[in-house]
């Protein structure tokens, strides 16, 4: 079983749906990421999370740390969110840390 | 404020040659993390550097292997390419610990 696990792996939306995308990891963290990679590589770091809640435009990423569970919502989705969205978990002690990532979500939005 | 900054951005080599890939972080930030991408893995973490100490290591043969200058930016080698190492290398700076990463473009390396 992998460490990070995303849910869906892909997802297809009409514009202005509303997108939940979920991250599940089973090891203790110090902070999770939420990146956006666009078709020819490019990574975006979009969130970094330790607890709680953040929000970006219209971009809300939340986590529960004692369910070990994070998820990225899009509100008002639209054809230019199309990308894959990886969560990343970072974990480890003091040179032992590693950034484990999960398999990423496909996301489509139809204009 | 420039971002990150690797080069080359694509590179082609033979099996058993070795490759040096470049990474120059963003002015003020002191680790430097590099990850390979491929189609069949994913994202791996290769290697952390701070201020020119590696800290962190992933599990990678020693043939992988790295180094960061005074100046913060970074390289990393490959020796004795295989075939299987032809990915996307990623690095990625920032302030340290757990800040946020802004990651390069890349380079895609081809190993034929």
């Known amino acids: 079983k992998n460490e990070v696990e995303q849910s869906p792996q892909n997802l297809t939306a009409q514009e202005g749906e509303f997108i939940t995308i979920n991250c599940s990891y089973s090891?203790?963290?110090?902070?999770l990421h939420w990146l956006q990679q666009h078709p020819g590589g490019g990574i975006v770091s979009l969130f970094m999370?330790?607890?709680g809640k953040k929000k970006h435009g219209r971009l809300i990423a939340t986590i529960n740390i004692q369910e070990k569970h994070s998820s990225l919502h899009i509100t008002a989705s639209h054809p230019r969110d199309s990308a894959v969205y990886i969560c990343a978990v970072r974990s480890g002690g003091f040179g032992n840390e590693k950034l484990t990532f999960g398999t990423g979500t496909r996301l489509t939005i139809i204009p | 404020k420039a971002g990150v900054t690797q080069t080359p951005r694509y590179l082609i080599k033979t099996r058993g040659q070795q490759v040096t890939l470049s990474c120059s972080p963003i002015s003020g930030h002191r680790s430097v993390s590099w990850y390979q991408q491929t189609p069949g893995q994913g994202l791996q973490f290769l290697f952390e550097y701070f201020s020119e100490t590696q800290r962190n290591k992933g599990n990678f043969p020693g043939r992988f292997s790295g180094r960061q200058f005074s100046n913060s930016r970074s390289e990393m080698n490959v020796s004795t390419l295989e075939l299987g190492d032809s990915a996307l290398y990623l690095c990625a700076s920032s302030l340290g610990g757990t800040s946020v990463q802004y990651f390069g473009a890349g380079t895609r390396l081809s190993v034929l």
């Open positions: 090891v203790g963290i110090s902070a």
């Open positions: 999370l330790s607890s």
